[in-house]
Protein backbone atom coordinates (compact mmCIF):
# COMPACT_ATOMS: atom_id res chain seq x y z
CA UNK A 1 0.00 0.00 0.00
CA UNK A 2 1.13 3.74 -0.17
CA UNK A 3 3.29 4.99 2.33
CA UNK A 4 2.74 8.23 3.91
CA UNK A 5 5.91 9.24 6.04
CA UNK A 6 5.82 11.63 9.37
CA UNK A 7 8.57 13.46 11.03
CA UNK A 8 9.13 14.06 13.78
CA UNK A 9 7.47 10.92 15.56
CA UNK A 10 7.88 12.63 19.00
CA UNK A 11 8.83 16.04 20.20
CA UNK A 12 9.24 17.78 23.40
CA UNK A 13 9.44 21.78 23.30
CA UNK A 14 8.74 24.27 25.75
CA UNK A 15 5.59 26.62 26.29
CA UNK A 16 5.62 29.24 23.75
CA UNK A 17 8.21 27.98 21.29
CA UNK A 18 6.62 26.69 17.61
CA UNK A 19 6.69 22.63 16.51
CA UNK A 20 6.62 22.03 12.76
CA UNK A 21 5.55 18.79 11.97
CA UNK A 22 5.67 17.04 8.30
CA UNK A 23 3.73 15.09 6.42
CA UNK A 24 5.01 13.39 3.43
CA UNK A 25 3.26 10.87 0.65
CA UNK A 26 6.65 8.34 -0.06
CA UNK A 27 5.03 7.07 -3.53
CA UNK A 28 2.22 8.90 -4.39
CA UNK A 29 0.99 12.56 -4.84
CA UNK A 30 -1.75 13.84 -2.98
CA UNK A 31 -3.48 17.82 -3.49
CA UNK A 32 -5.50 17.09 -0.50
CA UNK A 33 -4.13 15.99 3.16
CA UNK A 34 -5.85 15.77 6.03
CA UNK A 35 -4.65 16.31 9.83
CA UNK A 36 -5.79 15.42 13.02
CA UNK A 37 -5.33 15.02 16.33
CA UNK A 38 -6.09 12.49 19.00
CA UNK A 39 -6.03 12.51 22.68
CA UNK A 40 -5.35 10.29 24.75
CA UNK A 41 -7.99 7.16 24.60
CA UNK A 42 -9.70 9.15 22.39
CA UNK A 43 -11.05 9.04 18.66
CA UNK A 44 -9.23 11.41 16.22
CA UNK A 45 -10.42 14.45 15.11
CA UNK A 46 -10.08 15.97 12.14
CA UNK A 47 -8.33 19.62 12.61
CA UNK A 48 -8.12 20.52 8.85
CA UNK A 49 -7.62 19.48 5.26
CA UNK A 50 -4.95 21.22 3.71
CA UNK A 51 -5.39 21.86 -0.12
CA UNK A 52 -1.85 21.99 -2.08
CA UNK A 53 -1.55 25.56 -4.05
CA UNK A 54 -4.42 26.74 -1.68
CA UNK A 55 -5.33 28.05 2.34
CA UNK A 56 -6.41 24.78 3.79
CA UNK A 57 -10.11 24.69 5.18
CA UNK A 58 -10.28 24.23 8.95
CA UNK A 59 -12.69 22.75 11.11
CA UNK A 60 -14.83 24.71 13.78
CA UNK A 61 -13.16 25.30 16.71
CA UNK A 62 -10.09 25.03 15.18
CA UNK A 63 -7.60 27.90 15.75
CA UNK A 64 -6.42 28.48 11.82
CA UNK A 65 -3.60 31.58 13.39
CA UNK A 66 -2.67 28.64 15.87
CA UNK A 67 -2.53 25.84 13.71
CA UNK A 68 -0.24 26.81 10.73
CA UNK A 69 -0.42 24.50 7.82
CA UNK A 70 1.08 24.71 4.57
CA UNK A 71 0.98 22.14 1.47
CA UNK A 72 3.79 23.50 -0.64
CA UNK A 73 4.06 20.43 -3.16
CA UNK A 74 1.88 17.09 -4.11
CA UNK A 75 3.82 15.26 -1.71
CA UNK A 76 4.05 17.37 1.40
CA UNK A 77 2.21 18.86 3.76
CA UNK A 78 3.11 20.78 7.07
CA UNK A 79 1.70 21.39 10.25
CA UNK A 80 3.19 23.95 12.29
CA UNK A 81 1.86 24.39 16.07
CA UNK A 82 2.78 28.09 17.00
CA UNK A 83 3.01 29.27 20.20
CA UNK A 84 2.97 26.19 22.11
CA UNK A 85 0.89 25.64 25.30
CA UNK A 86 0.76 22.21 27.64
CA UNK A 87 -2.78 21.58 26.36
CA UNK A 88 -1.43 21.47 22.87
CA UNK A 89 -0.03 18.38 23.89
CA UNK A 90 -1.63 15.80 21.55
CA UNK A 91 -1.14 12.55 18.97
CA UNK A 92 -1.03 14.43 15.62
CA UNK A 93 -2.09 12.24 12.64
CA UNK A 94 -1.62 13.23 8.93
CA UNK A 95 -3.45 11.32 6.35
CA UNK A 96 -3.56 11.42 2.50
CA UNK A 97 -5.09 10.03 -0.65
CA UNK A 98 -3.49 8.35 -3.65
CA UNK A 99 -4.71 10.57 -6.88
CA UNK A 100 -3.67 7.81 -9.36
CA UNK A 101 -5.68 5.17 -7.57
CA UNK A 102 -8.26 7.13 -6.44
CA UNK A 103 -10.17 4.38 -4.86
CA UNK A 104 -11.15 7.28 -1.39
CA UNK A 105 -8.56 5.37 0.69
CA UNK A 106 -6.80 6.94 3.08
CA UNK A 107 -2.72 6.32 4.13
CA UNK A 108 -2.05 7.61 7.33
CA UNK A 109 1.19 8.51 8.86
CA UNK A 110 2.61 7.10 12.02
CA UNK A 111 1.61 9.79 13.99
CA UNK A 112 3.74 12.97 15.46
CA UNK A 113 3.50 13.13 18.85
CA UNK A 114 3.94 16.12 21.06
CA UNK A 115 4.65 16.91 24.19
CA UNK A 116 4.88 20.78 25.54
CA UNK A 117 6.73 21.79 28.48
CA UNK B 1 -23.83 16.05 10.94
CA UNK B 2 -22.14 12.25 10.36
CA UNK B 3 -22.15 10.07 13.83
CA UNK B 4 -20.08 7.24 13.89
CA UNK B 5 -20.49 4.48 17.04
CA UNK B 6 -18.59 1.55 17.42
CA UNK B 7 -19.67 -1.65 19.78
CA UNK B 8 -18.34 -3.10 21.82
CA UNK B 9 -15.87 -0.09 23.26
CA UNK B 10 -13.91 -2.93 24.58
CA UNK B 11 -13.77 -6.57 23.94
CA UNK B 12 -11.54 -9.45 25.86
CA UNK B 13 -11.31 -12.86 24.48
CA UNK B 14 -9.60 -16.13 24.02
CA UNK B 15 -6.89 -16.42 21.46
CA UNK B 16 -8.81 -18.77 19.04
CA UNK B 17 -12.09 -17.32 19.29
CA UNK B 18 -14.48 -15.78 16.46
CA UNK B 19 -15.37 -12.27 17.00
CA UNK B 20 -17.50 -8.96 15.31
CA UNK B 21 -17.12 -5.34 15.64
CA UNK B 22 -19.89 -3.80 14.86
CA UNK B 23 -19.85 -0.15 13.86
CA UNK B 24 -22.57 2.48 12.94
CA UNK B 25 -22.89 5.41 11.23
CA UNK B 26 -25.95 8.22 10.68
CA UNK B 27 -25.94 9.21 7.30
CA UNK B 28 -25.98 6.59 4.67
CA UNK B 29 -24.37 9.13 2.21
CA UNK B 30 -21.45 7.51 1.64
CA UNK B 31 -18.37 7.49 -0.61
CA UNK B 32 -16.97 4.66 1.82
CA UNK B 33 -16.10 3.00 5.07
CA UNK B 34 -12.66 1.90 5.73
CA UNK B 35 -11.88 -0.07 8.92
CA UNK B 36 -8.39 0.34 10.76
CA UNK B 37 -6.05 -0.92 13.65
CA UNK B 38 -4.16 1.34 15.91
CA UNK B 39 -1.06 0.15 17.75
CA UNK B 40 -0.76 2.20 21.31
CA UNK B 41 1.26 4.88 20.02
CA UNK B 42 1.11 4.43 16.86
CA UNK B 43 -0.45 5.35 13.63
CA UNK B 44 -3.42 4.05 11.89
CA UNK B 45 -3.01 0.74 9.56
CA UNK B 46 -5.68 0.31 6.80
CA UNK B 47 -7.49 -3.15 6.86
CA UNK B 48 -10.22 -3.41 4.50
CA UNK B 49 -11.59 -0.48 2.65
CA UNK B 50 -14.94 -1.05 1.37
CA UNK B 51 -16.97 1.30 -1.13
CA UNK B 52 -20.44 2.35 -1.01
CA UNK B 53 -21.45 0.24 -4.08
CA UNK B 54 -19.83 -2.78 -2.28
CA UNK B 55 -21.54 -5.68 0.25
CA UNK B 56 -18.34 -6.81 1.98
CA UNK B 57 -14.64 -7.15 2.07
CA UNK B 58 -12.42 -9.46 2.55
CA UNK B 59 -8.27 -9.98 3.63
CA UNK B 60 -6.97 -12.76 5.19
CA UNK B 61 -9.05 -13.75 8.60
CA UNK B 62 -10.60 -10.26 8.03
CA UNK B 63 -14.59 -10.27 6.57
CA UNK B 64 -15.84 -6.61 6.32
CA UNK B 65 -19.33 -5.81 5.49
CA UNK B 66 -21.69 -2.83 4.56
CA UNK B 67 -25.14 -2.81 4.72
CA UNK B 68 -25.40 1.78 3.54
CA UNK B 69 -29.22 1.30 4.21
CA UNK B 70 -29.28 0.40 7.88
CA UNK B 71 -25.99 2.52 8.29
CA UNK B 72 -24.19 -0.55 9.65
CA UNK B 73 -20.73 -2.12 9.12
CA UNK B 74 -19.15 -5.33 10.79
CA UNK B 75 -15.51 -6.25 11.33
CA UNK B 76 -15.20 -10.35 11.32
CA UNK B 77 -11.87 -11.36 13.08
CA UNK B 78 -11.95 -15.02 12.21
CA UNK B 79 -9.36 -17.16 14.58
CA UNK B 80 -8.60 -14.37 16.98
CA UNK B 81 -4.66 -14.52 18.01
CA UNK B 82 -3.12 -12.12 20.34
CA UNK B 83 -1.21 -10.29 17.49
CA UNK B 84 -4.63 -8.98 16.77
CA UNK B 85 -5.12 -6.97 20.45
CA UNK B 86 -5.07 -3.50 19.03
CA UNK B 87 -7.47 -0.32 18.75
CA UNK B 88 -9.60 -1.13 15.95
CA UNK B 89 -11.29 2.14 14.08
CA UNK B 90 -14.15 2.05 11.45
CA UNK B 91 -14.63 5.63 9.75
CA UNK B 92 -16.47 6.64 6.83
CA UNK B 93 -16.13 8.95 4.33
CA UNK B 94 -18.81 11.42 3.54
CA UNK B 95 -20.16 12.35 0.00
CA UNK B 96 -19.28 15.76 -0.22
CA UNK B 97 -20.71 17.55 -3.37
CA UNK B 98 -17.52 20.34 -4.07
CA UNK B 99 -15.56 21.91 -2.09
CA UNK B 100 -12.50 21.67 -0.55
CA UNK B 101 -13.30 19.07 1.83
CA UNK B 102 -14.25 16.20 -0.14
CA UNK B 103 -13.91 13.20 1.41
CA UNK B 104 -13.99 14.74 4.68
CA UNK B 105 -13.26 10.87 7.04
CA UNK B 106 -15.55 10.66 10.58
CA UNK B 107 -14.36 8.22 13.04
CA UNK B 108 -16.10 6.23 15.92
CA UNK B 109 -14.47 5.51 18.86
CA UNK B 110 -13.11 2.64 18.55
CA UNK B 111 -12.90 -0.87 19.86
CA UNK B 112 -10.30 -1.80 22.12
CA UNK B 113 -9.56 -5.48 21.61
CA UNK B 114 -7.31 -8.02 23.46
CA UNK B 115 -6.71 -11.58 22.69
CA UNK B 116 -5.34 -12.98 25.61
CA UNK B 117 -3.43 -16.26 24.98
Known amino acids: GAVVSQHPSWVICKSGTSVKIECRSL??????MFWYRQFPKQSLMLMAT?????????EQGVEKDKFLINHASLTLSTLTVTSAHPEDSSFYIC?????????????FGEGSRLTVL | KQEVTQIPAALSVPEGENLVLNCSFTDSAIYNLQWFRQDPGKGLTSLLL?????REQTSGRLNASLDKSSGRSTLYIAASQPGDSATYLC????????????????FGQGTILTVHP
Open chain 2, 91 to 106: AVISLYAGGTSYGKLT
Open chain 2, 50 to 54: IQSSQ
Open chain 1, 95 to 107: SARDLVQNTGELF
Open chain 1, 27 to 32: DFQATT
Open chain 1, 50 to 58: SNEGSKATY
